[in-house]
Structures are given as C-alpha cells and as structure tokens.
C-alpha cells in the first residue's frame, strides 16, 4: 500500500475534475443529469458538482 498522505475522493469528483479538465461538454452534462439531489452528499462532491455545472454554463455561452 501506498504511504502517500491523498485524501480519499469521492469516485464522482474524480469523474467530474476530468471531464472539466479535458473540456468534454457532453460528458459534463452526463454527469450533471446523474446527480441524486435526494440523498445527502460529501461537500467534496458537492463542491465539485458546483464547480462543474459552472463550467457547463460558460462552455454554453460561447
């Protein structure tokens, strides 16, 4: 095992940093129509959904 000191990342957010990294709009979206807004969620996660449809909005724009 890895002695490295990373904090656990919820399997969403990994997702979701990739596809603003790499500018995939389409997956972006995906990703925002898999949210479960019904259940509570790591503020993690719900940072990175935030940073995510922000993303989405700017994208559109242009």
């Not at 997702?15 to 259940?39: F, N, V, W, Y």
Request: hydrophobic content about 30%; glycine content about 4%.
């Amino acid at each position: 095992m890895s002695t490295s000191t990373r904090h656990p990342a919820p399997p969403y957010g990994v997702a979701i940093q990739s596809a603003i990294s790499e500018g995939k709009l389409p997956q972006m979206k995906a990703l925002l129509k898999q949210r479960d807004t019904s259940k509570p969620e790591p503020k993690e996660l719900s940072t990175a959904y935030e940073k995510l449809a922000k993303e989405v909005a700017r994208l559109e724009k242009h």
